[in-house]
């Protein structure tokens, strides 16, 4: 005896638990909208810490985007179109920060580019200091965003196949031409969207920015940052700040699989 489904063959049960699981999300969003202090909303996410926390917070977004693409994109292709010894290991390591506490990566990066880290010390002797600065920002939110690009972009490579690329090759393209005239161009969509999710992760980043670079107004106090502090002194702020976000967050979700939603 065939059992009884609805939803287009989903047993009604499952649905049930579906609605929990989409419950457990959006209630706590809604909830947030609805402690906003409305009235006062514009003048509490147009304080001047609170612009200085946005602006910076766009900046380093931006600068570790463009530095995830720079290094994901040729980390990706190795991924995706080679084979050597190793390479289970180099994805997994790669891909480590995705399930790593942001906390320890910011102890990680401090032990690689601190004063007295594996790096560090030797760019110190050069007069080039990392740790607590803006460009530690920029490496926290690229540390933690990195994968993000990978996965998507990798993804994308493996189910394009390399197929034109191969006919590319035998027209007498050379590696670099059909990188930049057929790789490229066939999986934009996978590189636009590990962008975009790349760029969300940096804007939502705090534990590593905050072990790795501190709380700096101005320098590298991030927005997660600001809210985190606002919470102490100035909940109404906290809140109206961690609607910015949210709003921020909702339409690089749209951005990215709305699209597929329309096709």
Same mark, same amino acid.
């Given at each position: 005896?065939?059992?009884?489904?609805?939803?287009?063959?989903?047993?009604? @049960?499952?649905?049930?638990?579906?609605?929990?699981?989409?419950?457990?999300?959006?209630?706590?969003?809604?909830?947030?909208?609805?402690?906003?202090? @409305?009235?006062?909303?514009?003048?509490?996410?147009?304080?001047?810490?609170?612009?200085?926390?946005?602006?910076?917070?766009?900046?380093?977004?931006?600068? #570790?985007?463009?530095?995830?693409?720079?290094?994901?994109?040729?980390?990706?292709?190795?991924?995706?179109?080679?084979?050597?010894?190793?390479?289970?290991?180099?994805?997994?390591?790669?891909?480590?920060?995705?399930?790593?506490?942001?906390?320890?990566?910011?102890?990680?990066?401090?032990?690689?580019?601190?004063?007295?880290?594996?790096?560090?010390?030797?760019?110190?002797?050069?007069?080039?200091?990392?740790?607590?600065?803006?460009?530690?920002?920029?490496?926290?939110?690229?540390?933690?965003?990195?994968?993000?690009?990978?996965?998507?972009?990798?993804?994308?490579?493996?189910?394009? $196949?390399?197929?034109?690329?191969?006919?590319?090759?035998?027209? $007498?393209? #050379?590696?670099?031409?059909?990188?930049?005239? =057929?790789?490229?161009?066939?999986?934009?969509?996978?590189?636009?969207?590990?962008?975009?999710?790349?760029?969300?992760?940096?804007?939502?980043?705090?534990?590593?920015?905050?072990?790795?670079?501190?709380?700096?107004?101005?320098?590298?106090?991030?927005?997660?940052?600001?809210?985190?502090?606002?919470?102490?002194?100035?909940?109404?702020?906290?809140?109206?700040?961690?609607?910015?976000?949210?709003?921020?967050?909702?339409?690089?979700? =749209?951005?990215?699989? $709305?699209?597929?939603?329309?096709?």
């Amino acid at each position: 005896m065939q059992q009884r489904s609805t939803l287009g063959g989903i047993p009604a @049960w499952v649905a049930v638990v579906a609605a929990v699981g989409a419950l457990l999300i959006i209630v706590p969003i809604v909830s947030l909208a609805t402690r906003v202090d @409305w009235p006062n909303f514009g003048a509490l996410v147009t304080s001047p810490s609170s612009l200085a926390a946005l602006a910076l917070s766009l900046r380093t977004s931006v600068a #570790s985007t463009a530095l995830c693409i720079l290094l994901g994109v040729p980390l990706a292709l190795v991924l995706a179109r080679t084979s050597f010894p190793g390479k289970r290991i180099l994805r997994a390591l790669i891909l480590l920060p995705l399930v790593l506490p942001p906390v320890v990566g910011g102890i990680a990066l401090l032990a690689a580019f601190g004063r007295r880290g594996l790096l560090g010390s030797s760019l110190e002797t050069l007069g080039v200091s990392i740790a607590f600065s803006t460009v530690a920002v920029v490496l926290a939110q690229t540390f933690v965003a990195l994968p993000f690009l990978v996965l998507s972009l990798e993804a994308a490579l493996r189910a394009a $196949g390399s197929r034109y690329e191969a006919v590319a090759s035998t027209l $007498g393209a #050379s590696p670099s031409t059909v990188f930049r005239r =057929v790789t490229l161009p066939l999986v934009l969509p996978g590189l636009v969207t590990g962008a975009v999710l790349a760029f969300a992760r940096a804007l939502g980043e705090f534990g590593a920015t905050l072990t790795f670079a501190g709380s700096l107004e101005g320098v590298t106090r991030t927005l997660p940052l600001e809210i985190y502090l606002q919470r102490e002194t100035d909940p109404d702020a906290a809140v109206a700040l961690a609607l910015v976000l949210v709003v921020v967050a909702v339409i690089v979700m =749209v951005v990215t699989y $709305g699209r597929r939603e329309i096709r």
